[in-house]
């Protein structure tokens, strides 16, 4: 059960959670507050709900399945290691600078786009790039972990995570954008620098263990080939045998010394290789090795299309965002086109979105048509493309299975809300805003809620009731906003963090290890700056 360790913590979360339908009375609000009693689920429930998230949220299960499919294929190909060898080679020298850029990328896309379940297309590749580059799995889970949480706090324009969060709050779409984006920015710092930290750190101790064991060879070395002194009491023996037995004596010692300087040189690249992210590192993450060469130009012009295609079809351009039309007027006009009086593209493409209203169903698509162009140029057997698939898409089980389990979770506190009893003991706490309750319930709909819409529906219309003075609720909107994000970067219900421990195969225990300083500094930054907000 260990590598299935946060499918484990996740259900673990969700039993206990159970348990709270036990202890606490459910509430709601609805003008007002009302108690419902306790509302207590019971163990039908446990295995109805699953199938319940599953009818509310069943696409995300299968985007992830669809998008482990997907590599599945790519690794049927041998140019695509080509492919990923050729852009490490080519930032040789330069891996922090490409490792800050992709945690920017990350952040930024969250942020604006509100991709971060959508930026799971590309966190395979992301994920073989940092191992190829030398760094670990913990490297990889706080890059792309971290990155994500930080786009979700520092979110801006990303308006699918922060709707509900506005009307709750009678909020502009650009409220306090200058301080979102600082917070966007700030976190982006104090993640690399807590990532160059550990790598550092990492760097170091892997350094004093190779040391340790090379002094260690040495010193069996020398022993091995170390030829006894002539002993000069006893010096009866003939020379013709003192050279006979020399030379047996040394050709005995110094076939060991040649087995064993061998041993020892192959015992030292293994542990080169274990300790610099070796086989058994990448195994699964990386594609196997190719010796002949491989056009690549196909993987480079294909992603680089994915890539814009992802970025221009999630960032709000429409009405809830920039309030740019050119899109959604080009989708009306190609719905309508007419070939001799045939409406070729709205038959031949079926309902689409503009750019800026896409989910992630609208990617299967292009993901679809993408990775079959790739198996045409490079002239992919089916048999392997349905058997890349079905491989790729089981390495995707386990974090399907994350995504299940979470909305599973998500149904529990939705049927069972019992968490507003909770938010209202604390809020009665005191009157009016205040930053340390205010901040706890946020944390808390953030560990209950996991996804945003729900967190902020779950107790911003309650909170409103209670802090009744509206000059506050700029503030409030960044709390909630930014501690939602820290949360996720934490909380076993998180569906980020787990599913890419899971796929990852990194202990949540580990996680929290090496990741508590990022987040405790993360957390420091947040109250400052609220406070500084509070005051001015």
């Not at 259900?11 to 159970?18: A, D, G, P, V, Y």
């Not at 580059?133 to 994500?148: E, H, N, P, Q, W």
């Not at 890539?307 to 989708?331: D, M, R």
Request: glycine share 6%; proline share 3%; net charge positive.
């Amino acid at each position: 059960m260990k590598k299935h360790n946060a499918i484990k913590a996740v259900l673990i979360t969700l039993l206990l959670f159970m348990v709270l339908t036990w202890i606490f009375p459910a509430a709601y609000f609805s003008g007002e507050y009302a108690e419902q009693g306790r509302v207590q689920m019971g163990l039908f429930d446990l295995f109805n709900y699953p199938l319940t998230s599953i009818s509310y949220f069943g696409y995300i299960v299968l985007f992830i399945v669809l998008v482990g499919g997907f590599y599945g294929i790519l690794y049927k190909i041998p140019a695509y290691r080509s492919f990923l060898d050729k852009i490490v080679s080519k930032v040789s020298g330069k891996e922090k600078l490409v490792l800050a850029i992709m945690m920017i990328l990350f952040a930024v896309l969250t942020s604006i786009c509100g991709l971060q379940i959508g930026l799971a297309i590309f966190i395979p590749f992301v994920v073989s790039l940092i191992l190829l580059m030398g760094y670990d799995k913990v490297v990889a889970a706080l890059t792309v972990v971290g990155s994500i949480g930080v786009g979700l706090a520092g979110t801006t324009y990303a308006y699918s995570n922060i709707a509900s969060l506005l009307s709750a709050l009678s909020l502009d779409f650009d409220f306090e954008i200058g301080m979102r984006f600082v917070i966007l920015v700030l976190g982006l710092i104090i993640l690399m620098f807590n990532v160059f930290m550990y790598i550092k750190k990492d760097k170091t101790k892997k350094g004093d263990k190779l040391e340790k064991k090379s002094i260690k060879k040495i010193e069996v070395e020398e022993e091995v080939i170390e030829v006894p002194k002539k002993d000069e009491k006893k010096g009866e023996t003939s020379k013709a045998a003192k050279t006979s037995n020399n030379k047996k004596s040394t050709k005995k010692k110094g076939k060991s010394s040649k087995n064993n300087n061998k041993a020892a040189l192959k015992d030292e690249d293994i542990i080169v290789v274990k300790e610099s992210v070796g086989t058994d590192e990448m195994e699964g993450y990386v594609p196997t090795i190719v010796n002949s060469k491989h056009k690549i130009w196909p993987f480079v012009i294909g992603f680089s299309l994915l890539f814009i295609l992802l970025v221009l079809a999630f960032i709000p351009w429409g009405e809830y965002g920039f309030g740019v039309k050119v899109f959604t007027e080009l989708t009306e006009n190609t719905q309508k086109f007419e070939l001799f009086g045939f409406p070729i593209f709205a038959k031949l493409l079926g309902t689409f979105n503009a750019f800026g209203e896409w989910s992630i169903t609208d990617m299967f698509l292009p993901l679809g048509l993408l990775v079959l162009i790739f198996a045409l140029i490079y002239k992919v057997k089916i048999n392997d493309i349905f058997d890349g698939f079905v491989k790729g898409a089981k390495k995707a089980l386990a974090p399907a299975a994350i995504a299940l389990f979470v909305y599973t979770i998500l149904v529990l506190v939705t049927y069972h809300p019992f968490q507003l009893v909770i938010y209202k003991a604390i809020l009665g706490l005191s009157k009016g805003f205040n930053i340390a309750t205010t901040s706890l319930v946020a944390i808390l709909a953030s560990l209950f809620n996991s996804d945003p819409s729900y967190v902020f529906q779950s107790v911003l219309p309650y909170y409103v009731s209670k802090v009744t003075n509206s000059d506050n609720y700029t503030i409030v909107g960044i709390m909630f906003q930014s501690l939602y994000g820290l949360t996720m970067l934490v909380a076993p219900s998180s569906l980020v963090l787990m599913g890419v421990l899971s796929y990852l195969k990194v202990n949540y225990k580990d996680w929290l290890k090496n990741a508590w300083k990022f987040l405790l500094e993360f957390l420091v930054v947040l109250l400052i700056l609220f406070i500084i907000l509070a005051v001015i």
